[in-house]
């Protein structure tokens, strides 16, 4: 299940909340019932296995070209 952060636009509370991607996001904080605004941040990508490099995707022989 997907984790969402929401920052309250009056009092600046930030939480975070596990929400599945059907459900509605949140509009009211629940410390001071002001408005939530949800928060986006860059998710980390981690590559494995082959075929990521430039030099996994080319064949040993140099370029194909031959044809």
Avoid: N
């Avoid at 009211?28 to 981690?46: E, N």
């Avoid at 064949?59 to 070209?65: M, R």
């Amino acid at each position: 299940m997907p984790t969402y952060a929401y920052r309250c636009t009056e009092c600046a509370t930030e939480f975070d909340v596990y929400q599945r991607f059907d459900e509605d996001s949140l509009t009211s904080c629940p410390s001071c019932s002001g408005s939530l605004r949800k928060l986006f941040s860059p998710t980390g990508v981690i590559f494995k296995g082959s075929g990521f490099y430039r030099t996994d995707s080319r064949s040993s022989t140099g370029t194909s070209k031959d044809s």
